[in-house]
C-alpha cells in the first residue's frame, strides 16, 4: 500500500481509502448491512494496509456508523483513521443540535474522537443551515478539545461558495468529487486547483463515479482491453491517485473482488502513461454518448422520498438500457425492483432534488422511465 503525508496532517495515510456506503447488504433494495460479509472486506483492506475509513450519519440508514464502530474496534484505535460526517439535513430537518449528533455518532462509532470530521455535501443551503446554529465555531472547540483531529468538508456546491469556505476558514482538508468523467466536465479541475494553491489536501470521493467508471459501456471497455487486463475501474482510481495534492481516494467497495483489485492499483500505484491517458481520453468519449443520468447512487435522495421509490436503481436500470437501447435490457433489470419502489410511483413532490450533489431533475427523468416501461 503506498502512504500520504502531508505536514498538516498527522501521521501518513493509507492512497486507498474505504468508503462504507456501499457494503454487501442483507436484502437487495434494503440498507440493511451484511456485517460478516462486510466484515471479511474490511478485514481485508486493513491487513492489507488501508488505514482510512470513511462513514457517514446518513449510509446504510444510519448503519454504517454502528458497523464502523463494531467491526474497526477489534484493531487498536491508533492505527486507523475514522472519519465520519455531520448532516446539515438532521439540523434542519429533526431539529438535532450540532452536540447531540456528534455525541450520538461518537457513541455509535464506540470511539472517543474522530481523525476527519466533515460537514458533509455543503451547498449554499446546507452551508446557511450550518451557519445559523455556529456549527463551524462548535467544531473547532472540539477539535481544540481532541475530539476532531483534523476538520473539513465535503462539497457539492458552486465556486462561489467554495472560495468564500476557503477564504474565511480554516479547514484541514477538503473532500472533492473527482473521476475522468467531471474533470473538465464538471468543472472538478478548477476545484481541485484552488486547494492545491492554498495547500489544503485533498480526499477523493465519487473516483468510479459510483462504479459507472468499472461498468462503462462495451466500446469503451474495449478501449482499456486493448492496453491490459486491469480493470476500467483500476485507471480511474489511478487518474486522480497521480494529482500531487489527493491525500486519499475513497472507494466504496462492495465486494471482495473489487477490495482485492483496489489493493493491488494502489501496491503499485503507477502514475499513468502517455498511452493509458489517451485511452482515458477515447473512453471517456466513447462513454459519455451513452451515459445519460449521471447519478452516483450516493442515496441522499431516498431518504427524503415520501414514496420510497428506489431512485438510483431506476436509473442505473435506464442507463444500462441507454448503452444499448434494447428495451429487452431495461425491462430486465427494471423488473428487479420492487413494484412499489418503481418510477411509476413518483407523485412529483420534488423532495428529492433539494438533496442530489449531481442537480439530477429527478422527478422528470423518472417521468422518462415511467413512460418507457408502460
Ligand atoms: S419527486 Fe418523486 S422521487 Fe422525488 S421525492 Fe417526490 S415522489 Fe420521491
Ligand atoms: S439521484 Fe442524485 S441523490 Fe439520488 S442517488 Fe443519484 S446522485 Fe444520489
Known amino acids: 500500500m503506498k502512504y500520504s503525508e502531508f505536514s498538516n496532517i498527522q501521521g501518513k495515510v493509507s492512497k486507498l481509502g474505504f468508503g462504507l456506503m456501499r457494503l454487501p447488504k442483507l436484502y437487495e433494495g434494503k440498507e440493511d448491512i451484511d456485517f460478516k460479509e462486510a466484515?471479511?472486506?474490511?478485514?481485508?483492506?486493513?491487513?492489507?494496509?488501508?488505514?482510512?475509513?470513511?462513514?457517514?450519519?446518513?449510509?446504510?440508514?444510519?448503519?454504517?456508523?454502528?458497523?464502523?464502530?463494531?467491526?474497526?474496534?477489534?484493531?487498536?484505535?491508533?492505527?486507523?483513521?475514522?472519519?465520519?460526517?455531520?448532516?446539515?439535513?438532521?439540523?434542519?430537518?429533526?431539529?438535532k443540535t450540532v452536540d447531540e449528533l456528534f455525541n450520538e455518532q461518537l457513541e455509535k462509532c464506540e470511539t472517543e474522537y474522530f481523525d476527519f470530521y466533515l460537514l458533509h455535501s455543503l451547498n449554499r443551503d446546507i452551508w446557511n443551515t450550518f451557519k445559523s446554529v455556529n456549527a463551524y465555531e462548535n467544531l473547532k472547540e472540539k477539535k481544540a478539545q481532541g475530539q476532531i483531529r483534523h476538520l473539513g468538508f465535503s462539497f457539492h456546491g458552486d465556486m462561489e461558495l467554495f472560495k468564500e469556505l476557503l477564504e474565511n476558514y480554516e479547514w484541514d482538508f477538503v473532500q472533492l468529487q473527482i473521476n475522468y468523467y467531471d474533470w473538465e466536465a464538471d468543472n472538478a479541475k478548477d476545484f481541485y486547483k484552488l486547494l492545491e494553491d492554498k495547500n489544503i489536501p485533498c480526499i477523493v470521493m465519487e473516483p468510479v463515479r459510483g462504479g459507472s467508471l468499472q461498468k462503462l459501456n462495451d466500446e469503451a471497455v474495449e478501449v482499456f482491453k486493448k492496453l491490459s487486463d486491469n480493470s476500467p475501474a483500476s485507471y480511474a482510481l489511478r487518474f486522480v491517485a497521480q494529482l500531487p495534492n489527493v491525500l486519499t481516494t475513497l472507494s466504496g467497495m462492495s465486494t471482495y473482488e473489487q477490495v482485492e483489485d483496489n489493493i493491488n492499483t494502489f501496491n503499485e500505484c503507477k502514475p499513468l502513461s502517455d498511452e493509458e491517458m489517451k485511452a482515458i481520453d477515447r473512453a471517456n468519449i466513447l462513454f459519455r454518448k451513452n451515459f445519460s443520468i449521471p447519478c452516483t447512487a450516493c442515496k441522499y435522495c431516498v431518504t427524503e422520498c415520501p414514496k420510497g421509490i428506489d431512485i438510483p436503481s431506476c436509473f442505473s436500470a435506464f442507463n444500462e438500457y441507454n448503452a444499448t437501447r434494447d428495451i429487452q435490457d431495461l425491462n430486465k433489470t427494471y423488473l428487479l425492483i420492487p413494484e412499489e419502489k418503481r418510477a411509476n410511483n413518483c407523485i412529483d413532490c420534488k423532495k428529492c432534488m433539494e438533496h442530489c450533489p449531481q442537480e439530477i431533475n429527478i422527478p422528470r427523468k423518472l417521468s422518462n422511465i415511467k413512460d418507457l416501461t408502460k
Open 39 to 95: 466484515e471479511k472486506l474490511v478485514d481485508l483492506a486493513y491487513k492489507n494496509g488501508v488505514n482510512y475509513f470513511d462513514t457517514a450519519y446518513v449510509y446504510h440508514g444510519g448503519e454504517s456508523e454502528i458497523f464502523a464502530g463494531k467491526i474497526l474496534n477489534k484493531y487498536p484505535r491508533e492505527s486507523y483513521n475514522l472519519a465520519t460526517k455531520l448532516p446539515g439535513w438532521a439540523i434542519k430537518n429533526d431539529n
